[in-house]
């Protein structure tokens, strides 16, 4: 069925280092892709997304491209900041409206 | 402010006794949706409702009902809660955008703990 498969955390990281948290789907049709954040002690908060092959979605220095030939969606940031310490979430639409979503990475920066 | 909310935002509570999380949106979405988060498993659908009086089961729904009667308000209930379902609930709620897009809006969680 469909799913949503992202690396497994936790990754530590020292402020201005460069994240990738990779991301994988299964490619039935052709979703909308998200990431997703999660703050300690809050809900999700739409962080970018990108609807068709090629597109790039970006926000707060967060970059993800939709990448059709490799079923991707992998995030990167040039240069983290202790602020960015979260649950980062990737997930894919589907026909029935709910998000299907990878299981979390949690990102810790320390400084 | 465009919100979803849900309450309580905490609760403790015992084996088989009924409790109710509400939900409720102010954006005018026809889609709601309610999600649980567990480590290690990502976000899992419970139900979700296309509109009023529009629901349907999602992956996980044993244990749950939910209902619609106002397009704004879409109740979680358990009728005879047991430890299992203790777990972090979300309420999403969109607008069906035009293909998939499905941008969903989240509440602050509520956080279930059954004894």
């Known amino acids: 069925g469909d799913s949503v498969t992202q690396m497994e955390g936790p990754v530590t990281l020292s402020e201005e280092a460069f994240l990738t948290i990779n991301c994988t789907y299964t490619?039935?049709?052709?979703?909308?892709l998200f990431w997703y954040v999660q703050y300690p002690g809050e809900g999700l908060q739409l962080l970018l997304k990108?609807?068709?092959?090629?597109d790039k979605g970006s926000n707060k220095g967060f970059e993800a491209t939709y990448r059709k030939e490799t079923t991707s969606f992998h995030l990167e940031k040039g240069s983290v900041q202790v602020s960015d310490s979260a649950v980062y979430f990737c997930?894919?639409?589907?026909?029935?409206?709910?998000?299907?979503f990878g299981q979390g990475t949690t990102l810790q920066v320390k400084p | 402010e465009a919100q979803v909310t849900q309450n309580p935002r905490y609760l403790i509570t015992v084996t088989g006794k009924k409790l109710t999380v509400t939900c409720s949106q102010n954006?005018?979405?026809?889609?709601m949706s309610w999600y649980r988060q567990d480590p290690g498993l990502g976000l899992r659908q419970i139900y979700y409702?296309?509109?009023?009086?529009?629901?349907d089961k999602g992956d996980v729904p044993e244990g749950y009902k939910v209902s619609r009667k106002e397009k704004r308000n879409f109740p979680l209930i358990l009728e005879s809660p047991s430890p299992n379902q203790t777990s972090l609930y979300f309420c999403?709620?969109?607008?069906?955008?035009?293909?998939?897009?499905?941008?969903?809006?989240f509440g602050p969680g509520t956080r279930l703990t059954v004894t």
């Open positions: 997930a894919r639409s589907s026909n029935t409206g709910k998000l299907i």
């Open positions: 954006m005018n979405h026809e889609y």
């Open positions: 409702s296309m509109n009023v009086e529009v629901t």
């Open positions: 990108a609807t068709k092959a090629d």
């Open positions: 999403a709620s969109s607008r069906p955008e035009t293909g998939y897009g499905h941008e969903q809006y």
């Open positions: 490619a039935t049709g052709y979703p909308s």
